[in-house]
C-alpha cells in the first residue's frame, strides 16, 4: 500500500512553494484535489502555456492531483470548500497573507468544520514578527534572507541563485510539519495549523556563511564566489578541464593527501599545505595547483580518478546533460511519461521508501477537469445543482 494511503489533502497552493508541498504528499499515496480561481494557477497562464491550459511549470508540479475550479469570492463557492472541508484531513495553502481570513476561512472556521483538519499554511515571513504580512516569493526571500548576498563572487554584484531554492526548501519543511501533524493526530484525534516560512526555511541553509561571519568578526567577505561560504575548506571550488569544469572538495586532511598523491606535484607536498588552516590560508596557491592539474585532462576522466580514491568530485554538467543523464532517470525524480496524448515532462518523488511505493504521477488536464466528480461523486451534489452552480460561475 501506498503510505498515505486514505489521506486527502486540499491543494490551494499556487507557484512551487505549496503545491510542492502537495505534490510530495500525492507521491506518497495522499489524494490532492487542487482547487484553483476562475482564472487559473498562474502558471497555467504563461506565454509558454499549451493548448490545454497546462505549462511545463504546472505540469512538473501538479501532475497525479485531482482539479476543482472554484470561486472563494462567492459565499456558495465557500460553501463547496467547507464541505470539501469536512470530507478532508489536510488543507495546504499559501496565499496571500491574510487571504483566508478574508475569505472568512481562517483556521478556527476550518477547525470548526472538522476539528481533525490540518491546516498548513506557507508564508513570506510568518504570522509574527516584525515582517509578519509582508508578502514574499523566492526571489524577494533570497534578498532579505542574505542569499543573494552570499552568492556570486566578491567583486560582483549579489545574485540569485539559479534554481528557485527557496520555494523548495519551503515546500519541503511544509510537507514535514504535515507528516508530523498526522501523526500527533493519531494520539489526540485532533488537527493543528501547521506555519512555515519562507525565510526561516533557508536561514539553515547559510550554515557556513554564518560561520564564516562569526570565526571573521564580520571580516570575512560575503560572497565567495564557488569556495566553501566560511572559507574554512581548501581545496573546495571548480577547476577547468580540457572539455569544461569540474568541483573538487577535500574536506579532511586525508582527502587532501590522497589528492596529492594523484596530482603528483611538488608544490602540493609543501608544508604550507600541511593542515586545513594552512590551506584556506594560501586558498589562491592551492586553487593554481589544483587547476594546473584539472586544466589537460577530462573532466570525465578527472572524476573517475577521483572517486576512486574517495574524493568528493563532480563534472559540472549543463542542465541539457542533466536532463539526460542516465543516473537522473534511473531515480526517475525528473522523468518523461509517455500517455494517449503524448510525452511530458513531470517530477517523481525523492522520497523513496522500502515498503511504500510511489503513487505514479498522472498528466493534469484542463482547469476544472474533476470539477463534476469531485462535487457529485465525494460531496453528493446532484447533476442538477452542479449546473446550478456552474451557471452562477462558482465552478
Known amino acids: 500500500m501506498v503510505a498515505l494511503d486514505g489521506v486527502r489533502v486540499i491543494d490551494l497552493g499556487q507557484f512551487y512553494f505549496g503545491p510542492y508541498c502537495s505534490m510530495l504528499l500525492a507521491r506518497l499515496g495522499a489524494d490532492v484535489i487542487k482547487v484553483e480561481a476562475p482564472e487559473g494557477d498562474p502558471y497555467r497562464r504563461l506565454p509558454t502555456a499549451y493548448d490545454d491550459g497546462t505549462s511545463v511549470q504546472f505540469r512538473l508540479i501538479n501532475s497525479g492531483k485531482r482539479l476543482l475550479r472554484l470561486d472563494l469570492k462567492q459565499a456558495d463557492g465557500r460553501e463547496v470548500l467547507l464541505r470539501l472541508v469536512r ?61 543573494m548576498s552570499t552568492t556570486g563572487f566578491d567583486d560582483g554584484p549579489p545574485v540569485r541563485t539559479g534554481p528557485s531554492v527557496v520555494d523548495f526548501l519551503g515546500g519541503a519543511h511544509l510537507m514535514g510539519g504535515v507528516l508530523a501533524a498526522l501523526f500527533q493526530r493519531e494520539h489526540t484525534g485532533r488537527g493543528q495549523h501547521v506555519e512555515v516560512a519562507l525565510q526561516d526555511a533557508v536561514i ?26 566560511g572559507l574554512a575548506v581548501a581545496p573546495y571550488n571548480a577547476y577547468e578541464t580540457s572539455d569544461g569544469w569540474i568541483s573538487v572538495i577535500c574536506p579532511t586532511d586525508s582527502h587532501w593527501n590522497r589528492l596529492r598523491t594523484l596530482m603528483n606535484d611538488p608544490e602540493a607536498d609543501e608544508d604550507r599545505f600541511g593542515s586545513m588552516a594552512g590551506r584556506c590560508a594560501e586558498m589562491d596557491a592551492v586553487d593554481a595547483v589544483v587547476a594546473r592539474w584539472t586544466k589537460p585532462r577530462p573532466k570525465g576522466e578527472l572524476r573517475k580518478m ?90
Open 306 to 395: 577521483l572517486i576512486k580514491k574517495g574524493i568528493p568530485a563532480a563534472e559540472v554538467v549543463t542542465l541539457a546533460e542533466l536532463m539526460e543523464d542516465p543516473h537522473v532517470r534511473a531515480r526517475g525524480v525528473l522523468r518523461t511519461v509517455q500517455d494517449p496524448a503524448g510525452q511530458w515532462w513531470t517530477f517523481g518523488s525523492p522520497l523513496f521508501l522500502s515498503d511504500s511505493p510511489e503513487a505514479p504521477p498522472v498528466r493534469p488536464g484542463r482547469l476544472g477537469a474533476d470539477t463534476d466528480s469531485i462535487l457529485t461523486g465525494l460531496l453528493g451534489f446532484t447533476p442538477q445543482q452542479v449546473s446550478d452552480l456552474r451557471n452562477a460561475g462558482v465552478v
Open 204 to 229: 539553515p541553509s547559510l550554515s557556513s556563511n554564518i560561520a564564516g561571519f562569526v570565526n571573521s568578526g564580520g571580516q570575512m567577505p560575503e560572497r565567495t564566489g564557488n569556495h566553501n561560504g
Open 87 to 147: 470530507e478532508s484531513d489536510v488543507l495546504v495553502q499559501n496565499l496571500s497573507p491574510g487571504a483566508m481570513e478574508r475569505f472568512g476561512l481562517g483556521y478556527d472556521t476550518l477547525s470548526a468544520e472538522n476539528p481533525r483538519l490540518i491546516l498548513a499554511s506557507g508564508t513570506g515571513f510568518g504570522s509574527f514578527g516584525p515582517y509578519s504580512g509582508e508578502p514574499g516569493m523566492d526571489l524577494t526571500i533570497q534578498a532579505r534572507t542574505a542569499v
